[in-house]
């Protein structure tokens, strides 16, 4: 007879085990990194190692400076106000290089890449992202304001 599937809960506990306490650490529902502030994919163990062995968790690790000994944020609140404002920065990005009619594809160059991210404390998404998912809120901003200073404009 096979052996029952452990609780979530459980599995996360057992890869804070593994991995460390002071890499990892999970409220029940999640498995948190600090230093990359989001959530690891902990279905497998194999994802969790890939992960760490990844350039943009290196990157991060580098930039913020300690060896290996990050401590985990469990408040989902946290989790939450990080990734609202890594979206409203990504979103004024592809806003300013829109208004300053450089071409999305320029956040690919390394240099002005690497500038970025070492002065904002940001990791930069790929041209791609900005064009499929900020592009529209852009545009739709745009179109909402023109269509109020329209709106004014015929009252008066």
Not at 50 to 77: F, T
Not at 143 to 156: F, L, M, N, T, V
């Amino acid at each position: 007879m096979p052996e029952p599937k452990a609780s979530l809960n459980s599995e996360l506990s057992l890869y804070v085990k593994l991995f460390g306490w002071e890499t990892f650490d999970t409220d029940g529902t999640v498995l948190m990194r600090k230093v990359c502030e989001k959530t690891v994919n902990a279905q497998r163990k194999y994802f969790i190692q890939q992960h760490i062995r990844s350039s943009n968790h290196i990157r991060r690790k580098d930039r913020v400076g300690e060896p290996d000994a990050e401590q985990v944020v469990l408040s989902n609140n946290f989790v939450a106000e990080q990734s609202d404002r890594k979206k409203s920065f990504i979103r004024d990005l592809c806003k300013v290089l829109l208004e300053v009619n450089t071409p999305l594809s320029k956040i690919q160059n390394p240099s002005f890449r690497s500038f970025m991210e070492k002065y904002t404390n940001q990791s930069l998404p790929h041209r791609s992202t900005l064009r499929k998912i900020y592009l529209k809120d852009v545009y739709d901003g745009v179109i909402s304001r023109i269509r109020e200073a329209i709106g004014s404009d015929i009252h008066r």
